[in-house]
């Protein structure tokens, strides 16, 4: 799997976007770019998940730039309870035997008041 | 989003003791699940990969007859620490995939702590 690079931590207001970038230069074209995140002391949360095409949930919305290369998670407006540690993890996509999911170090986001 | 349960908790036992997890996929089936572990301000780390009625694999490093995975059924997967040691206290995280493959749900992790 391609490997990601994430800043090792970030700020955001609480009420505005927290924009999440995440690097994957070396992504193969069956590659999914996954989003994961985990609150202190608890299991990671799934996220949001894409291949090529931008992607929007309850939770947030994932931007794709056109090379793949890189990508941004966005959280529309950030509360205090999106303090967590974000991962952002690529990987073939369906049903490959054994095909789990590698985290890396993500971003710490810290939500202030 | 799908749900994955583990029990206990957390759990605290002295040296030599054995402990269980139990994982269950509780509104899915999954053919696979993943055991991970988590040592204090570190990420995530694969033990291993189990599928439904066969053997787990494991990763590079984790005693397989330490940690022992039973993945019985479609919902449920259990993870023995053996004759746990102060050094197996950890985070333990376990992991369903459904059954098309395309999501990981994780479970709420079981604190285990070995006096």
């Known amino acids: 799997d391609a490997k990601t690079t994430q800043p090792t931590s970030m700020d955001c207001a609480e009420g505005r976007a927290a924009n999440l970038p995440c690097n994957h230069s070396t992504i193969s074209g069956n590659e999914y770019v996954y989003w994961y995140r985990q609150i202190h002391s608890q299991g990671p949360q799934y996220i949001i998940h894409g291949l090529k095409n931008n992607e929007t949930n309850e939770m947030a919305s994932l931007i794709i730039t056109e090379d793949r290369k890189s990508s941004t998670l966005i959280l529309p407006h950030a509360t205090l309870r999106d303090t967590a540690v974000y991962y952002c993890?690529?990987?073939?996509?369906?049903?490959?035997?054994?095909?789990?999911?590698?985290f890396g170090g993500g971003t710490r986001l810290m939500v202030k008041p | 989003g799908a749900v994955v349960s583990q029990h206990p908790s957390w759990v605290i036992c002295k040296s030599g003791t054995s402990v269980k997890i139990e994982c269950r996929s509780l509104d899915f089936q999954a053919t696979t699940m993943f055991w991970y572990r988590q040592f204090p301000k570190q990420s995530l780390m694969l033990m291993a990969t189990s599928n439904e009625g066969s053997k787990a694999t494991y990763e590079q490093g984790v005693e397989k007859d330490k940690f022992l995975i039973n993945h019985a059924s479609l919902t449920l997967s259990t993870l023995t620490v053996t004759s746990a040691h102060p050094e197996d206290s950890s985070f333990y995280i376990c992991s369903a995939r459904t059954r098309r493959g395309e999501t990981q749900y994780f479970g709420p992790g079981t604190r285990l702590l070995v006096l």
């Open positions: 993890i690529v990987r073939v996509g369906i049903s490959n035997a054994g095909n789990m999911l590698t």
